[in-house]
């Protein structure tokens, strides 16, 4: 089974043809990031125009360097949420006019689901299943079921870890996205500030990062009317070292509660180099019976691009969730929570 993929959610577009839901026939990713940093963020307006100037031109390269013509694919697949609806836009209608004129079917994919099943791209994943989705827009626990079918146990109440990165990262002077270069600071730094990590003895599975970034701002803000120069590696590695310490306690108490089989990181925030090892480290360090194997995505996969939506794809190919032309973007799709999380 061959899938062409697009994603156009937010600030890349991407077209990727996917074998079987785990190889990556190829892959092309048309950043708009030097665009938007000059305004410090994604203009909407902005991200639309660059979708549509690329989109035709990366679907034909997604297929030549696979090799592959429009007879050899078997599915058309895009993700329709969550994300900025204009972008979100330009992939559902060149997914759709693709599917009209060649008469392939179509799959519409959360962009999230994709994330998460970039793992899938890299090692095979057992199920029950276990993910720490972290990225621009969301922080969250999610429990795999199946191929298909996900739940939220646990999610921010506020910014999400990518979020949050690129927020101090602006007090610092770094362009935006700001994660990779923090990411890179704060491993030449040490944890000298002891910046709060919030919520992290209560018993449910949330997060916040507002409170750790008004920490951060302020300590920056108060050194500045001293007049007193702060080291910026030490800074990131505050910052850093409460981010991990917080996304790793809540995940190792989630992952002995539900006992998965696999655990996954995805998102944007699952290329942090103090995250991944941390996790490795707190996973090995699990009794035998509870061990889960570790599936982390690599590095080109972390961010926005379409193989993972190729990979989503496929398990909803095989499960027959096909979409019709009446397919529209829904820019505030969410994953549904757990039961246990309804009352
Ligand atoms: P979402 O997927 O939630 O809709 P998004 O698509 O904008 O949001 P991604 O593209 O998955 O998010 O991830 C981008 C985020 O990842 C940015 O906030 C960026 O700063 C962050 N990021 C990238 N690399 C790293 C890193 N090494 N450490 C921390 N954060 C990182
Ligand atoms: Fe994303
Ligand atoms: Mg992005």
């Not at 099943?117 to 922080?139: D, F, K, N, R, W």
């Not at 850093?240 to 990181?265: C, E, G, S």
């Not at 993972?308 to 909803?316: E, F, K, R, S, T």
Request: aromatic share 6%.
């Amino acid at each position: 089974i061959r899938i062409l993929a697009y994603e156009s959610s937010c600030d890349e577009t991407s077209t990727s043809v996917v074998k079987n839901g785990r190889e990556v026939e190829s892959l092309i990713v048309a950043t708009q990031i030097k665009s938007h940093q000059r305004f410090g963020g994604v203009v909407p307006e902005v991200a639309s125009r660059h979708h549509i100037e690329v989109i035709s031109q990366i679907t034909k390269e997604a297929l030549q360097k696979a090799n592959a013509t429009w007879n050899d694919i078997d599915a058309i697949a895009v993700t329709y949420g969550p994300g900025l609806v204009g972008a979100l836009l330009i992939g559902v209608s060149a997914a759709k006019a693709a599917s009209m004129a060649t008469g392939i079917p179509l799959i519409g994919v959360d962009h999230i689901m994709g994330h998460i099943m970039a793992a899938q791209l890299t090692a095979e994943i057992e199920y029950p299943a276990l993910a720490l989705q972290v990225s621009g827009g969301h922080t969250e626990i999610v429990l795999l079921k199946d191929p298909t079918h996900f739940e939220i146990v646990g999610d921010t109440r506020d910014d999400a870890a990518g979020e949050a990165y690129d927020k101090i990262g602006r007090v610092l002077g770094v362009n935006y996205p700001a994660g990779k270069t923090i990411d890179e600071w704060a491993h030449q730094g040490n944890d000298t500030f002891h910046f709060p990590r919030a919520m992290m003895e209560d018993d449910d599975y949330d997060f916040s990062f507002s409170g750790l970034k008004s920490a951060f701002i302020n300590t920056c803000h108060h050194a500045d009317q001293i007049h007193q120069e702060l080291n910026k590696f030490d800074l990131a590695a505050s910052f850093q070292a409460a981010v991990v310490d917080v996304l790793a306690h809540k995940t190792i108490r989630a992952i002995k509660q539900y006992q998965p089989r696999t655990f996954i990181m995805g998102g944007g925030v699952a290329a942090n180099r103090g995250l991944r090892e941390r996790m490795e480290e707190e996973i090995a360090n699990l009794p035998h019976n509870i061990k889960p194997k570790v599936i982390l995505p690599d590095l080109k996969l972390c961010g926005d691009n379409a193989a993972m939506i190729g990979a989503a794809a496929y398990n909803l190919y095989q499960d027959h969730q096909f979409a019709d032309l009446t397919l529209n973007a829904d820019p505030s799709l969410e994953l549904p929570y757990a039961d246990s999380m309804l009352n």
